[in-house]
């Protein structure tokens, strides 16, 4: 079976930082691409960040591109979300998302992926 799962996530002050990671299993990491995706309150969800497994390519979204790292340990098969000088404005549920064969950061939601997975909520107070 398919699997992804989020941990990392938590309750931090502005300027503070979080390691979120997505755990995955039942398909080979490397040839996917892995997106994460964030949603706050009344908010429409917002793509953060992807990575091409297989090549290392990355993208992210321009307000986290200086804060904010995507990385992938096939060894783990684990992908990792690095989020520096978190701020107010990131406090949202954010969810990793399958992709097969790469990243397309042209897709704008996570239900244009494969498959994904629950999600871990990120606070961030002022």
């Known amino acids: 079976e398919r699997q992804l799962v989020e941990s990392g996530g938590g309750l931090v002050q502005a300027g503070e930082s979080l390691k979120l990671s997505c755990a995955t299993s039942?398909?080979?990491?490397?040839?996917?691409?892995i997106g994460w995706f964030r949603q706050a309150p009344g908010e429409a969800e917002e793509r953060v960040s992807c990575?091409?497994?297989?090549?290392?390519?990355?993208y992210y979204t321009d307000n986290v591109k200086d804060r904010f790292t995507i990385t992938a340990d096939k060894v783990e098969s684990t992908v990792y979300l690095e989020m520096n000088n978190l701020q107010p404005d990131d406090t949202a549920i954010y969810t990793c998302a399958a992709d097969l064969g790469r990243c397309r950061w042209g897709k704008l939601k996570k239900s244009f992926y494969n498959f994904w997975g629950p999600g871990t909520q990120v606070t961030v107070s002022s």
């Open positions: 039942g398909f080979p990491l490397e040839l996917y691409g």
């Open positions: 990575i091409t497994v297989g090549d290392g390519s990355t």
